[in-house]
């Protein structure tokens, strides 16, 4: 009997990586991986990683060949501002940024940032209308975010194409890597992307506003405990994540839609499914596959002993689509479910995503008032998959208005 091994890199996984997902789940659900990780593909176990307080700081890791020429590639060098992010952080630093970033990042903030969301989506739409359709990436999912995150922070003008190809290359430090040439591009591209930043941190030192760069800045100023250096590292976390994810909600809900003309004419037929919606389709097609963690100690899980100083690779996308969780119709689209929340797709524990109130309400108008303004809305040829494997989504999704 040949064993199932998780293996991101077969032939058509970036399409549509639920197949093998299932596999996992069934024949190697807590797995041992050849290349030195573990992985974690069932909905229970994924929540209690989660919430287990693993490390996710890389300097726990025991000996590991393939991470070691990664490293070696990329210069040995961390990426996202040398692991200072709250992203790569443990308490109490992690809890130090990221109070620090939650001060604005409140709900009473989120929701004020509404009629700008809504102007924003229906320019878009407009776009649409006046071309008779186009590419939804290009016209909604990309620029909405995009525009938003900039807005939050209080970003000068710059080169949104070169910044959108910047942030493109950084995210793949998310990837399950095995190519040192990748390695070596994302660090250059974080290096860059990081130069960009300080400079932008500079520029706003002499023009502060009421915007969220200028409050990390005053924070430092007032004392927080805030290096340079963490300074930048927020910044483009904050930048990288304030976008790439929402981009794969918006397209990957539309494209789940309109091929699920059911779902879809419910939606329509009730538009106060609307909010339940978006957690379906979160759930339906995680924006983000997995999360990783670091054990500093032996931890059980299953009947299994993972070893101190491992990899943990605990599947989002799995468990989203865990049967055992779901139901025997967690492959289906069900916009009414009733515990859609429960998906994984935000994380869980200390590293949930600070950002989940945001990507609800951007996918809300944005999903929302496309449905709404388009009744003949249709896909007007194929879909194509960006090729990720964590941050998986669409990168062209034409439509007909």
């Known amino acids: 009997m040949t064993e199932t091994y998780y293996n991101p890199f077969a032939p058509g996984f970036t399409d549509d ?14 797995q041992d991986h050849p290349l030195g990780f573990w992985v974690v593909s069932r909905h229970a ?10 490390s996710v700081e890389t300097r726990h890791l025991g000996p590991n060949p393939v991470l070691m020429r990664i490293r070696e590639a990329a210069g040995n060098r961390s990426w996202r501002g040398g692991g200072l992010s709250m992203l790569d952080r443990d308490a109490p630093d992690h809890t130090r940024l990221r109070g620090l970033v939650a001060k604005v990042f409140t709900p009473r903030a989120i929701a004020a ?33 995009f525009a938003v995150i900039n807005n939050m922070l209080g970003m000068p003008p710059t080169d949104a194409g070169r910044v959108r190809e ?20 994302v660090m250059a591209a974080d290096i860059e992307l990081g130069e960009l930043v300080a400079d932008v941190i500079a520029w706003k030192r002499a023009h502060p506003a009421d915007d969220l760069l200028t409050a990390l800045i005053r924070a430092e100023n007032e004392g927080e405990v805030l290096s340079d250096e963490e300074l ?27 091929r699920n003309p059911d779902q879809l004419a419910a939606l329509r037929a009730d538009p106060d499914l609307v909010p339940n919606a978006v957690e379906e389709l979160l759930r339906y097609d995680s924006p983000v596959q997995s999360s990783r963690r670091v054990t500093t100690a032996e931890f ?29 119709d967690a492959a289906e689209l069900r916009l009414d ?36 303004r388009f009744p003949d809305l249709a896909l007007a040829g194929p879909v194509r998959w960006n090729g990720r494997i964590n941050l998986r989504g669409a990168a062209e999704v034409p439509i007909t208005t």
Do not use: K
């Open 166 to 185: 910047l942030t493109g290359t950084v995210v793949r430090s998310l990837e399950p890597m095995a190519d040192p040439q990748v390695a070596a591009e």
């Open 232 to 258: 930048v590292a927020q910044v483009v976390l904050l930048y990288v994540a304030g976008h790439e994810t929402t981009v794969n909600l918006i397209s990957n809900g539309v494209v789940a839609l309109l």
């Open 337 to 372: 479910r009733s515990n859609a929340r429960a998906h994984v797709s935000f994380g869980a524990g200390p590293h949930h995503c600070l950002g989940a109130a945001l990507a609800r309400l951007e996918g809300r108008v944005a999903i929302g008032r496309l449905v709404d």
């Open 45 to 54: 176990d994924v929540t209690a990683v989660l919430r287990a307080g693993l």
């Open 17 to 30: 990586p639920y197949p093998h997902y299932a596999e996992l789940r069934d024949a190697a659900p807590i």
């Open 113 to 145: 940032l509404e009629p700008e969301i809504v102007a924003l989506v229906d320019t878009a739409l407009d776009g649409l209308a006046s071309a008779g359709g186009g590419d939804l990436v290009e016209a909604l999912a990309f620029p909405l975010p």
């Open 300 to 328: 059980e899980l299953g009947g299994h002993t993972i070893p101190a100083g491992t990899f943990v690779i605990a599947n989002l996308g799995s468990a989203n689509t865990d049967e055992r969780f779901w139901g025997p």
